[in-house]
């Protein structure tokens, strides 16, 4: 981690060099999301950004560095997150960053795991080993973006048809888990291993000046690299799709709220291993491996403080 802070302060002053007699701007968002599953978060965002190498030409006039700082609560998890932007061209931006966070878990009707290791025991049975923070769940990210709007080549607030498409290397680990443990973060299915991820999304959406701002398409790809031996045999190796319709909504001039209809991809597995709750125990169906489900109702409101 001090190699990520070190990394974030380089960018920064250099950031603060470049900025030359226009400086920086700053904003702080807050941010909530909540869902049909339940589920909650409340965030507070800091972001800066820098002129950084600019040009006169269109595609390098509002070239930037931009720098978040986040803090992130949910019912069961508190994180830390860093994220850098640099734009070297209006298409195009390589993005690093990292996270810092812990857990709780809880007892409803259900258990809800906020962080803990997912231990099968040596008769079978399957529990969750972990108490409050006894662990940290970090990580490290490095990404690009690739994007287009059609009002670049055609002006006008109507043609704004958007393309956007990000794809992360990251590396997740959990300090109480040993690299061959599995582990859960923010009662997700346990199947997390110490190791890399591939992340990306893809999105398509069209931008008005009405109070409906926008509506699209969000495709993203989850895919784990760690390749934990045996893995495909319960679809370790297959990558996860959400899929999403989007609907934006400008309420006034700082406060935007966005609503996306959620559908997923899972796994199929043996009518003879679906039922077993170790998930490495399970095999996948060889004939259709995945299926497509509903997912949730995620609305997610951003409201900018100032």
Same mark, same amino acid.
């Given at each position: ?41 409340? =965030? !507070? %965002?800091?972001? $800066? ?14 070239? /930037?560095?931009s720098t978040t700082l986040t803090a992130a609560l949910t019912p069961i998890s508190l994180n830390g997150l860093a994220e850098i932007v640099w734009t070297p061209a209006a298409f195009f931006q ?20 906020g962080i803990g290791k997912n231990v099968r025991d040596a008769d079978g049975t399957v529990h969750v080993e972990g108490s409050a923070f006894d662990g940290i769940l970090w990580n490290v990210k ?6 287009? =709007? !059609? %009002?670049?080549? $055609? ?14 290397? /990251? ?136």
């Open positions: 981690m001090k190699r990520l802070w070190a990394v974030i302060t380089g960018f920064l002053t250099l950031g603060a060099l470049w900025a030359g007699e226009k400086g920086y701007t700053s904003s702080t968002g807050l941010g909530v999301t909540v869902t049909s599953m339940p589920e909650a978060k409340i =965030d !507070l %965002a800091q972001n $800066f950004t820098f002129p950084f190498l600019r040009g006169d030409g269109a595609l390098t006039l509002d070239n /930037n560095i390589l993005v690093t960053g990292g996270r810092i966070g812990s857990g709780w878990n809880i007892t409803l009707e259900d258990k809800i795991t490095g990404g690009a973006v690739l994007q287009f =709007d !059609l %009002a670049v080549l $055609f002006p006008g607030d109507w043609n704004h048809v958007i393309f956007r498409s990000y794809h992360e290397i /990251n590396y997740a680990a959990y300090t109480a888990a040993k690299n061959n443990e599995s582990w859960y973060f923010e009662n997700d299915f346990g199947e997390n291993r110490n190791g890399l991820n591939y992340y990306a999304n893809y999105l398509l959406g069209y931008q008005t000046p009405l109070f409906l701002s926008m509506v699209g398409i969000l495709a993203e790809e989850n895919q784990s690299l760690y390749r934990t031996a045996g893995g495909g045999r319960w679809g370790d190796n297959l990558a996860r799709w959400t899929f999403s319709a989007v609907f934006g909504f400008k309420i006034t001039d700082r406060m935007n709220v966005t609503f996306l209809a959620q559908m997923r991809t899972m796994r199929n597995f043996t009518a003879s291993t679906e039922d077993r709750e170790f998930y490495q125990d399970r095999q996948i169906a060889p004939s259709q491996q995945r299926r497509l489900e509903f997912y949730r109702i995620t609305a997610a409101m951003k409201y900018n403080v100032r």
